[in-house]
């Protein structure tokens, strides 16, 4: 079974900071890749996903992910961070090949606090 | 945010109780999932639909068990809730293949 790691648990970082929070995964064939984001006490919501094509991917809110397969990574980052960032970032690998429930295998979570 | 709603939001109840959680969504989606969320854990599958009376077991499916018999409707029931159940439990559905979450719901098992 496929796993993924978010290396990164806790994150503290100042406004206007850079981002960048890694994620690997375990499968070596064809992934589908996605970033959650949950805001404090609310749901996770879809930051951006991967399926095919260009491997630098945008999403919302200014947030933005490179997928490497030779890395098997898929590192979220955003050039500038916001205190209203401060959330909990989950990354999640889906493998089309053996899925017909199309299920997600989820990351532990990085919690990221942006200090204003 | 998919349609999806969860009931109750928090629950508190004791050991050995059953427990019965109800995600609901409108928008007709085949696929739905529940998980539980807990820290370090990020999100485990405990079972998840493919349509009405179709259901299979997801990687923490000990202790739990679903039922389907509307499109709308998943119910997720704990047969004699335990401590280790206290947890965040999610309901998702998929749409284009990929999943958006409801809500939540808390439930702590004293």
């Known amino acids: 079974a496929q796993s993924v790691s978010q290396h990164n648990h806790h994150v503290i970082l100042s406004e206007a900071a850079s981002l960048e929070l890694g994620c690997n995964y375990s499968?070596?064939?064809?992934?589908?890749l996605f970033w959650y984001v949950q805001y404090p006490g609310q749901h996770l919501q879809l930051l951006l996903k991967?399926?095919?094509?260009?491997?630098l991917v945008k999403g919302i809110k200014g947030f933005e992910a490179e997928f490497i397969k030779s890395k098997f990574s898929f590192n979220l980052r955003k050039p500038s961070v916001q205190w209203s960032d401060t959330a909990e970032y989950f990354c999640?690998?889906?493998?089309?090949?053996?899925?017909?429930?199309?299920?997600?295998?989820f990351g532990g979570g990085t919690r990221l606090m942006v200090k204003p | 945010d998919a349609g999806i709603t969860q009931s109750p939001r928090h629950k508190v109840t004791e050991t050995g109780t059953p427990v019965t959680l109800r995600c609901h969504q409108t928008?007709?989606?085949?696929?739905m999932y529940w998980y539980r969320q807990d820290p370090g854990h990020g999100l485990r599958l405990i079972h998840y639909?493919?349509?009405?009376?179709?259901?299979d077991k997801g990687e923490v499916s000990d202790g739990y068990s679903v039922s389907r018999s509307k499109t709308e409707d998943f119910l997720l029931t704990l047969e004699s809730a335990t401590s280790s159940q206290t947890s965040v439990y999610f309901c998702?559905?998929?749409?284009?293949?990929?999943?958006?979450f409801g809500p939540g719901t808390r439930l702590t098992v004293l």
């Open positions: 998702a559905i998929s749409e284009s293949y990929t999943q958006y």
């Open positions: 499968y070596g064939g064809t992934v589908n």
């Open positions: 991967y399926f095919s094509g260009d491997p």
């Open positions: 999640a690998v889906k493998v089309p090949s053996n899925n017909a429930g199309n299920m997600l295998t």
């Open positions: 928008e007709n989606h085949r696929y």
């Open positions: 639909s493919y349509g009405v009376k179709d259901t």
